[in-house]
């Protein structure tokens, strides 16, 4: 079964085959990108709606299965900030994990967590399910690590002593706020197909 991934991201698209393999191998599923045109207007107010508007706007491309995500990091501190902006934090990903840093400069209370909404439509064009995956944890003072992308060198998952950009694949996508909403995604489809 070929499902639609809403995004141009051929790297989201392949990490994404990579949890299927390694948490779902019995089921025959492959994560395709959309269809020419896929080019959201992300306006909503939260991951879940962004993560919907994705959904609809590549379902309308291809009327197909179709899977959508939205993620990014919450810092309690700074009341839930980057949040949906996380991408768009700054220019470059060094830059966003400047501004991060800056503004918790001398601010003792660092938790924070990724947040990742899923939204799964049916080839109707229906919600068929969705979910969001979180992974708690809290930001460190500077950067470690080269694995992994974004705000991953500067965050430390609850219960380890190495970022994520220190994991490898296999560790991040077993705590990954994207890997807990698509083993959910997963669990739903294995009942359904």
Not at 127 to 137: L, V
Not at 142 to 149: D, I, L, Q, S, T
Not at 158 to 164: F, L, M, N, Q
Request: proline share 5%; charged share 30%.
């Amino acid at each position: 079964m070929k499902i639609v991934l809403a995004s141009s991201n051929i790297h989201k698209v392949q990490e994404i085959n990579e949890i299927v393999r390694d948490f779902a191998p019995d089921l025959s599923l492959e994560f395709i990108l959309p269809p020419e045109g896929f080019n959201p207007i992300e306006d909503g107010e939260t991951f879940e709606e962004n993560s919907y508007i994705k959904a609809h706007s590549a379902w309308e491309l291809g009327k197909t299965w179709t899977l959508a995500d939205d993620s990014g990091l919450c810092i309690d501190a700074l009341g839930g900030k980057p949040g949906i902006y996380s991408a768009r934090y700054a220019e470059t990903p060094k830059l966003r994990i400047e501004r991060v840093l800056n503004e918790l400069d001398g601010i003792k209370n660092r938790k924070a967590h990724f947040s990742c909404a899923m939204t799964l439509l049916n080839p109707k064009g229906e919600t068929e399910f969705k979910f969001q995956g979180i992974c708690s944890g809290e930001i460190i003072k500077e950067a470690r690590g080269v694995n992994g992308f974004g705000y991953d060198p500067i965050f430390l998952p609850e219960g380890y002593d190495k970022t994520i950009a220190e994991l490898s694949e296999e560790e991040k996508n077993k705590i990954s706020h994207r890997g807990n909403a698509l083993r959910a995604v997963l669990d739903y489809l294995r009942k359904k197909v």
